[in-house]
C-alpha cells in the first residue's frame, strides 16, 4: 500500500496516482511515494516509515540552516 | 538533417553539385544522396519505395527521431506515460522530491534527465531525444500529449535558446 498523507498547507505536488502535478488544499489526502515534505501528516506505517527516514535529515538541517529570527540574520 | 544533392542545377564553382536541406517532407526523385551519407539513402530508399503513400516526414514526433519502417508496421495507438527510476540519493522531478531506486510516472520532460534511468519504452525514448536534441533548448509543455508522446523535430523549433549572455557589445552596437 502507498504511502497516505494529510497535507496541513495548501500544497503544490504529484500524488503518484494523478498524471501531472497541481495546487492542493489544505487537509487533502494523497498517496505519496516521494520524500514527505513538513506539510506532509502521515495517515499509515508507509508515511511514518518515510517521515522517520528522514527524520534525521530534517534535525540535522535544523541545526546547520539559520532560521528566520536567528540574530545572525 | 538529411542533405541531398542536387544533380539537376549547375556546379558551383567547387565542381560539386549543389546541395538541399529537407527538414520536412521527403527528397523528390531526382535528388541524391552524398557520397557515405548512409541514412540519407536510406531515406531516399524508403521514399522511392512507397512514393504514393508516405507520411508528412521521415521525423516521427512519437519516438523522436526519423522513422524508416515499412508502413504496415504500426504503433500502438496510444503511447505508455514514461516511468523512470532515480539513480541519484535523491532527485526532483517536478515539485516532488525522490530517493534512489523509486521509479516515477511522468508525463513532462524531466528537468534533470541524468538522474533517472529508464523503466519502459517511452521513458528511454524522452531520455535518448533528451541526450541528442535538449542541450541547450528549454524542452516546454508535457511530452506526454493525448496520450501520445510529442517529440518534436529539432529543425523545426526554432533558434536554440543560448545559454550564454548575449555579448555586452551588441547592446552597443545596435544604438
Known amino acids: ?73 | 538533417m538529411p542533405v541531398f544533392v542536387n544533380p539537376t542545377l549547375p556546379k558551383t564553382v567547387t565542381g560539386e553539385f549543389p546541395t538541399v536541406t529537407i527538414d520536412h517532407g521527403w527528397p523528390d526523385a531526382h535528388l541524391r544522396a552524398r557520397p557515405n551519407d548512409a541514412l540519407g539513402q536510406s531515406i531516399l530508399d524508403f521514399a522511392n519505395a512507397y512514393r504514393d503513400r508516405l507520411p508528412a516526414s521521415p521525423w516521427d514526433d512519437r519516438t523522436g527521431k526519423i522513422r524508416l519502417v515499412p508502413l504496415d508496421v504500426v504503433r500502438p495507438a496510444a503511447d505508455e506515460v514514461p516511468i523512470y527510476r532515480v539513480k541519484v540519493p535523491a532527485a526532483f522531478l517536478g515539485p516532488n522530491l525522490y530517493t534512489a531506486g523509486q521509479e516515477i510516472s511522468y508525463p513532462s520532460w524531466p528537468d534533470h534527465p541524468n538522474q533517472l534511468e529508464a523503466v519502459n519504452e517511452s521513458a528511454q525514448l524522452v531520455l535518448d531525444y533528451m541526450g541528442r536534441h535538449g542541450a541547450g533548448v528549454k524542452l516546454a509543455g508535457p511530452v506526454l500529449r493525448s496520450g501520445k508522446l510529442n517529440m518534436p523535430n529539432p529543425a523545426l523549433r526554432g533558434s536554440p535558446v543560448s545559454p550564454m549572455p548575449r555579448w555586452a557589445g551588441d547592446a552597443v552596437a545596435a544604438r
Open chain 1, 1 to 73: 500500500m502507498a504511502a497516505r498523507y494529510e497535507l496541513s498547507e495548501r500544497t503544490y505536488i504529484k500524488p503518484d496516482d494523478h498524471l501531472e502535478a497541481s495546487l492542493h488544499e489544505a487537509g487533502a489526502v494523497i498517496d505519496y511515494s516521494g520524500v514527505p515534505g513538513r506539510n506532509f501528516v502521515p495517515l499509515n506505517d508507509e508515511a511514518r516509515a518515510a517521515v522517520a527516514a528522514i527524520a534525521p535529515l530534517n534535525s540535522s538541517a535544523r541545526n546547520v540552516l539559520p532560521r528566520r529570527g536567528d540574530p545572525a540574520l
